[in-house]
């Protein structure tokens, strides 16, 4: 590969980064914006985020924003990893295709259709709108994200760890818990971080589906938007931004350690190995 | 050492009519859809026995190793395991352990945990654990190595953990899929009379899959050769290479040489094959009868090559051309082209270093062999 970088190659780095990361950039220098407007730059200040924290409207939504995605991500990633396992492990079973293709649908669905659908069965069932209901929404489409994603993990996964241990005398339970699930629990983990993240910034879903008392901060944010940007909304952005940033580099940052000193023990062990026998490489 | 080399000589359960044997196959089949695995095959394995069954990728000889840890449910048959049915006992219960091709090793454990998992799941005592799993890493030499992760060893210690993992818990049977499979040459030499001697000391029987027939006639006492889900042979190493069954057994271990001929004349231990390029007198003709169609079946080594016309040249003798030369070292295989065009490999061990008057490219020569170098064949 040619390591130097073209002047067509630079030209399209800075075209596409500043087209992704301007907007970002700009909102989260206007949130230290001292002036009330929000296009006007009047002096650095935090006095927005000081604002913000006497805001009980908005903490109120963050809370239960923060609740709703906890529990739905914690609830769709058991029910997409149990999807993921039975599609991937029962491969016989009649309508599997069918099946497996009905766990992707919601993913390319319009939200607005997946939203409306959950609104009708809701006022069917008589259940009234609220923190339950935008909870068991999110989980609905949470849960078929976690799916792919750890389906994709149990395709490379090597079955015979499996057989090994039910050889060694465990129980398929003792042997789901013991191996499958360490084994796999990168997938699971991130499954569970999408589906915190997407119930997090999710406002289609969740205006179809919350009632009184249990308005999430997208919502929030966006009704506030609709009398006018204020720094205040600027300054809950950034610190969302802030918030999913550093999950983000904390993880990406510990898998890469992970694999440096992985690889830095294989070729420890093979070096090990290439001595014991006598073997120069 | 001595005394297990005793043994081992005397071993021959086999033979023996009165033997129970240990494991028992009985007309199990296993489909897979429309494809047969395994088909209606019968087989009596002894205990103590170092079992090989050997075959081509795709034969079956997985599927019946499977089967036997549960792993898959024969279509019909009988499994029986010390005269237990094993029908309905699922892979967890039943007292065979396996070391898998891939060694399986569990990726979030350390070596010692790998090996005290299965003791483990039978509620041994933490302090009876330690104490095998430092038996079992001192068994292996992998003492140094108890608190590394499976990906922080090499490809033989991996094998290792995975051997002792799996005669860990003591079982009756170990079943082993292609053990060596994954190892380089001088390893797998090695590593292959190291099997041999823990089997002798910790008493097990041993069932081995592979399609090495080097690493099958090194380590067992018995072979079965399968082809597409049937046993070909089932016989010690020796009677497999000198006395095979079938001319696909002949064919498949080793090298061989087949002249087709039909039986001329049958006298009490030696019959006469006429055929289109050699005349042969042979004793091990078993029971073909006159007229017979049959296949003299003789090994490369069993065939003499020379310059000189040999003393009695009508039979078990013909005369060609030096076609090809390969000199490997301890011996140089000729291959002889006759008049009819059929190529016969030969091969001479190089006893002494230096070959006075050695026969080279297009040089005329004499193949013979004596009445008892081959064996005949009906199938």
């Known amino acids: 590969m040619n390591a130097t970088l073209s002047r067509f190659n630079i030209v399209s780095i800075v075209l596409g980064f500043t087209f992704l990361y301007l907007p970002i950039v700009l909102l989260v220098i206007y949130s230290f914006n001292e002036s009330r407007l929000v296009t006007v730059w009047a002096g650095f200040s935090t006095k927005w985020y000081v604002e913000l924290f006497s805001n009980q409207g908005l903490l109120d939504a963050a809370w239960v924003t923060a609740r709703v995605a906890f529990i739905s991500a914690s609830v769709a990633t058991v029910l997409g990893t149990f999807a993921a396992l039975a599609l991937t492990r029962y491969t016989r079973f009649h309508g599997r295709t069918l099946f497996t293709g009905m766990i992707f649908a919601p993913l390319v669905m319009p939200e607005v259709i997946t939203g409306l659908s959950l609104l009708l069965l809701f006022v069917a069932i008589g259940l009234d709108r609220g923190f339950m209901t935008v909870t068991l929404a999110h989980i609905t489409f949470a849960m078929c994200f976690v799916a792919v994603v750890v389906q994709s993990r149990l395709l490379s996964f090597d079955r015979s760890l499996e057989e090994a241990a039910m050889d060694l005398g465990a129980s398929p339970a003792t042997t789901f818990f013991q191996v499958t699930l360490p084994v796999i629990s990168p997938a699971v983990v991130s499954g569970w971080m999408l589906a915190f993240t997407l119930s997090l910034d999710d406002l289609v879903i969740a205006s179809f589906t919350s009632g009184p008392g249990a308005t999430t901060l997208p919502m929030k944010i966006y009704s506030q938007v609709r009398l006018g940007v204020t720094p205040e909304i600027n300054a809950v952005c950034t610190i969302l931004i802030a918030v999913v940033a550093t999950g983000v580099i904390a993880a990406s940052i510990v898998n890469k350690r992970r694999e440096v000193q992985r690889r830095r023990d294989e070729q420890e062990a093979q070096r090990a190995n290439n001595i014991a026998f006598g073997r120069n490489t | ?379």
């Not at chain 2, 196959?25 to 050997?54: C, H, M, P, Q, W």
């Not at chain 2, 041994?124 to 095998?132: G, H, L, W």
């Not at chain 2, 290792?160 to 005669?167: D, E, H, K």
């Not at chain 2, 190089?350 to 009906?378: M, Y």
């Open chain 2, 1 to 379: 050492m001595k005394s297990l080399g005793s043994i081992r000589r005397s071993f021959a359960p086999w033979a023996d009519p009165d033997a129970k044997p240990y494991i028992s196959f009985r007309n199990v089949t296993k489909r897979f859809g429309d494809f047969t695995a395994v088909n209606d095959l019968s087989l009596d394995i002894y205990e103590r026995e170092f079992f090989a069954l050997l075959g081509a990728s795709g034969c079956g000889k997985s599927t019946l190793l499977r089967m036997l840890a549960g792993f898959e449910q024969p279509t019909s048959g009988q499994i029986l395991l010390d005269g237990q049915d094993l029908k309905g006992i699922p892979p967890h219960r039943r007292p065979v352990n396996m070391m898998f091709q891939s060694y399986a090793l569990f990726p979030h454990m350390t070596v010692e945990k790998n090996i005290a998992f299965g003791l483990k799941q039978d509620g041994m005592p933490s302090a009876k654990i330690a104490e095998r799993v430092k038996e079992m890493l001192a068994l292996v030499k992998l003492e140094p190595f108890a608190k590394r992760k499976p990906h922080q060893l090499s490809g033989g210690q991996r094998q290792r953990v995975a051997l002792a993992r799996s005669v860990a818990k003591r079982p009756k049977v170990l079943l082993l899929d292609e053990p060596l499979g994954a190892l380089d040459k001088k390893l797998r030499e090695e590593t292959q009379f190291e099997l041999m001697d823990l089997q002798q000391e910790l008493g097990l029987t041993f069932l081995v899959v592979t399609h090495d027939q080097e690493e099958a006639m090194t380590m067992a006492d018995r072979i079965a050769i399968m082809d597409r889900g049937e046993v070909m042979q089932v016989a010690t190493p020796a009677e497999i290479y000198e006395a095979p069954a079938s001319r696909f057994v002949a064919d498949f271990v080793g090298s061989v040489n087949l002249f087709e001929g039909k039986i001329a004349n049958r006298d009490k231990d030696i019959a006469t094959i006429e055929g289109d390029t050699i005349n042969i007198r042979t004793r091990n003709a078993g029971d073909v009868e006159q007229g017979q169609k049959a296949w003299f079946a003789i090994r490369p080594e069993k065939i003499k090559v020379s310059s000189k016309r040999p003393a009695n040249a009508e039979y078990n003798a013909a005369e060609g051309e030096i076609w090809d030369i390969a000199y490997l070292g301890d011996m140089t295989v000729y291959h002889v082209k006759l008049p009819d065009g059929r190529v016969i490999k030969t091969s001479s061990v190089n006893s002494a270093r230096v070959i006075k008057d050695p026969l080279t490219w297009n040089d005329r020569a004499w193949i013979s062999f004596a009445s008892d170098a081959g064996v005949v064949l009906t199938s």
